[in-house]
């Protein structure tokens, strides 16, 4: 009797390591994502604004080469 009294707690020991585990791999797998995600939102603004710059650059190139046609 007292041996399975020991094999059920064994048990419930293990149960209790293999969930904390998983809550921790659970963690690290949501920061692993939302990483991810706030890194690509800031590379496309950087994207975002370096494309605009190249805009505003070509058309102040455009209206150098030709300063008498109206925009």
């Known amino acids: 009797m007292t041996e ?5 707690e064994q048990l419930r020991r293990s149960n209790r390591r ?5 809550l921790a791999a659970c963690f690290v ?3 692993v ?13 950087r ?3 370096q494309m605009q710059a190249v805009n505003a650059a070509l058309a102040r190139a455009q ?3 030709n300063p008498g046609q109206p925009r």
């Open 4 to 8: 399975s009294k020991d094999l059920i």
């Open 18 to 22: 293999w969930k904390a585990l998983a």
């Open 33 to 45: 994502v939302l990483l991810g995600f706030v890194a690509a939102s800031w590379q496309r603004m």
């Open 63 to 65: 209206m150098a080469a």
């Open 29 to 31: 797998l949501g920061s």
């Open 47 to 49: 994207a975002e604004a």
